[in-house]
């Protein structure tokens, strides 16, 4: 594991993200390293070649200075280049300094993979607006920890949820990447169903090469959907009229 400790001269970026006006990112990589993470793409094209996707991190010092009483008009999503719960933050608590720094105005959505954001939910709670978001999909435990091998179990993003939604919090489930026939949608939104005030459903954005070749050669019929612009164009109607009222669905521009 690679830990790059740096300074930073901003604290927020603009994003095109749906729902979201701005970025916030205490880390930048992630040890939680999915391999189908669209953010290794991102590291190629910027140049962050530190190793292996999954085993190096930059901690952003200072970021939380940066932030200290900033008030910014539109929502705020953390994090986008790397979990701000990811196993380093239970030592480094950079995102809890931050949440700490932050004007509490400030609106807030929150979405990543563990529960460590429970340790977090006092300090949320002082927001006027903040939404947590646990990524759920239907891996099963084989799968997931070859998959997402340092992210925690779908079992502990579900307890993080239920807590957060007892505690008052407005919850939601990102079901993300949907694979056709890998994602059992219908089993994520029964499960997600009584944690969440809403879902959105985000289709696998096939940008990682070794991903690709990976689904190829394990979920062939999985990757021919994919490929395939009249196929993948029925399977998204097909998924927005399974999940009609139920879930929002996000998928790649360039996959059509
Ligand atoms: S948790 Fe998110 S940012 Fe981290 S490796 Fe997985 S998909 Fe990428």
């Not at 993200?17 to 590291?43: D, E, F």
Request: charged content about 30%.
């Amino acid at each position: 594991m690679r830990v790059i400790i740096r300074e930073t001269k901003r604290a927020f970026g603009r994003t095109r993200i749906p729902n979201a006006k701005y970025v916030l990112n205490p880390y930048i990589g992630c040890l939680h390293g999915c391999k189908y993470c669209y953010v290794q793409s991102l590291a190629k094209r910027f140049g962050w070649r530190y190793g292996e996707w999954g085993s190096w991190v930059i901690v952003r010092k200072n970021i939380y200075r940066l932030v200290k009483r900033k008030s910014l008009n539109g929502w705020i999503l953390v994090s986008s280049l790397g979990d701000a719960y990811q196993p380093i933050e239970r030592k480094f608590k950079l995102t809890r300094c931050v949440f700490d720094a932050i004007d509490h105005n400030n609106r807030l959505r929150i979405l990543t993979k563990s529960d460590l954001i429970v340790r977090d939910l006092d300090v949320l709670g002082k927001f006027k607006s903040v939404e947590i978001g646990l990524t759920v999909n239907s891996f099963d435990e084989r799968l997931r920890r070859k998959l997402e091998p340092e992210a925690v179990s779908m079992e502990r993003r579900l307890n993080a949820l239920r807590t957060a939604k007892d505690k008052g919090f407005r919850t939601f489930g990102f079901v993300s990447p949907v694979i056709p026939y890998l994602t059992d949608v219908e089993a994520v939104l029964s499960e997600l169903k009584g944690l969440v005030d809403y879902m959105i459903l985000e289709v696998l954005n096939p940008c990682v090469e070794d991903f690709v070749k990976w689904l190829k050669e394990s979920y062939p019929e999985s990757w021919n959907v994919l490929r395939d612009r009249w196929k993948f164009e029925s399977f998204i109607r097909d998924l927005k009229d399974s999940v009609k009222g139920l879930a929002s669905v996000y998928y790649h521009p360039q996959q059509l």
